[in-house]
């Protein structure tokens, strides 16, 4: 913690505030700021599900080109500008809903996969200055947005959700400048760079491959990919278990901030029980809070227990979050960290988005709100039943080359 002010700490707190902050004000009132304008429980699960395709089609391509071709800050830099005009095409469109799909879409292109290239980011120049500290600096991230949740709501009660986008639009310029002055990190998997090693660069193909033939890493995505059915689930539709209750938007910026705010300390707790025993354990304890947001949810139907879950559910989001980084960094080739964090996010945060907010929105309409907490429970279960063998996995040490 000594070294927490180094200006590289100081400078990733800024950009994951930025980005966590931007996150709230676009797409964590997306739901309702649809449903405000009339769009049903299915059509809102489809445009969380045309984010997440988005970003499963992309992330990966992402992740090769920070890897080999630009550097995460400056692709970081790149499209965050995109996203600030690509922002307002939504209330532009917003009464026709083709169209509106479209617009989100569009800036899901250019947004949605940017929490995965500051990880990245941090993660490789961490390599080159071990006092740079993931865990805190997100941790910082939470504890801003926590409160920053917490005001937005009120402001967006008070003065409509037309403050959503000027917000946005800030904040995003913001971010922008915020990374100007932290140092960026050569592609690793660059032909230059390779070349001065005395390696190669892999191809697309190859990079598929060696990735593919990683034992452990494949097992973790399969089991990852139903704990984020069953967490995104829950959390795109929690202004449906807030309306149930008779709240809206002040009482759903109070969930947010509760839910932000565990974040800080889950993350720091679960990051020291990684190094000290097994990140395998970690994920255990993660699965753990997961259950226990879906026992609340389920089972103490009030403001209170919406608290309770709201609290264990930041734990299991941030978590897994603290988890898949450690789990990839130490799994797979450093050559490769960039690709292995981007396709592997794709193929659990992203499509496990995609199932869960489609299916959760689908369910909600046909059987109701309760049906789809069962169904959590169930790819909840499936989850650890998947996760079990890589209690018994050996340590897999690896090259770029296998």
């Not at 304008?37 to 299915?42: A, K, M, R, S, Y």
């Not at 391509?61 to 692709?75: A, E, H, N, Q, V």
């Amino acid at each position: 913690m000594k070294n927490i002010l180094r200006k590289e700490n100081i400078g990733f707190i800024a950009v994951q505030s930025l980005y966590q902050i931007s996150f709230c004000v676009y797409s964590a009132f997306l739901v309702m700021y649809l449903q405000m304008n009339g769009f049903t429980n299915e059509q809102c699960g489809l445009a969380i599900t045309l984010q997440y395709l988005t970003c499963l089609i992309l992330q990966p391509l992402y992740g090769y080109i920070t890897d080999t071709y630009l550097s995460c800050k400056r692709f970081l830099m790149l499209a965050t500008a995109i996203t600030i005009p690509a922002a307002f095409l939504l209330p532009m469109t917003v009464r026709i809903v083709p169209l509106a799909m479209l617009s989100i879409v569009i800036y899901a292109c250019f947004y949605n996969s940017n929490e995965t290239i500051i990880a990245a980011w941090v993660l490789l120049l961490r390599d080159q200055k071990p006092y740079i500290n993931y865990e805190v600096t997100r941790g910082f991230a939470s504890f801003f947005y926590a409160f920053f949740a917490l005001g937005f709501g009120v402001l967006l009660q008070r003065f409509g959700t037309k403050v959503m986008f000027i917000s946005y639009a800030l904040l995003a310029s913001a971010l922008f400048l915020a990374c100007i002055p932290i140092p960026e990190v050569a592609c690793q998997n660059s032909k230059k760079l390779s070349r001065f090693a005395g390696g190669q660069s892999l191809s697309t193909l190859q990079v598929a491959k060696t990735l593919a033939s990683n034992k452990p890493y494949m097992l973790f995505l399969a089991s990852a990919l139903c704990y984020q059915i069953g967490l995104k689930a829950t959390k795109t539709f929690i202004s449906n278990y807030v309306a149930v209750l008779g709240g809206a938007e002040q009482e759903l910026g109070v969930l947010f901030f509760f839910s932000a705010l565990i974040e800080f300390p889950a993350l720091y707790l679960i990051g020291r029980m990684t190094r000290r025993y097994k990140v395998e354990y970690s994920y255990l304890m993660i699965q753990f809070a997961l259950i226990c947001n879906l026992l609340f949810l389920k089972f103490m139907p009030s403001m209170v227990g919406m608290t309770f879950a709201m609290i264990f559910s930041g734990v299991a989001y941030i978590g897994f979050l603290g988890v898949f980084m450690d789990f990839v960094k130490l799994k797979t080739p450093r050559q490769l960290n960039s690709s292995a964090i981007s396709l592997g996010m794709a193929l659990t945060n992203a499509l496990g988005a995609i199932l869960g907010a489609y299916f959760g929105g689908l369910i909600i309409d046909l059987w109701g709100l309760d049906f789809m907490t069962i169904s959590c429970f169930i790819t909840t279960a499936l989850a650890f039943i998947l996760f079990l063998p890589l209690l018994l996995c050996k340590d897999h040490t690896p090259t770029a080359t296998q």
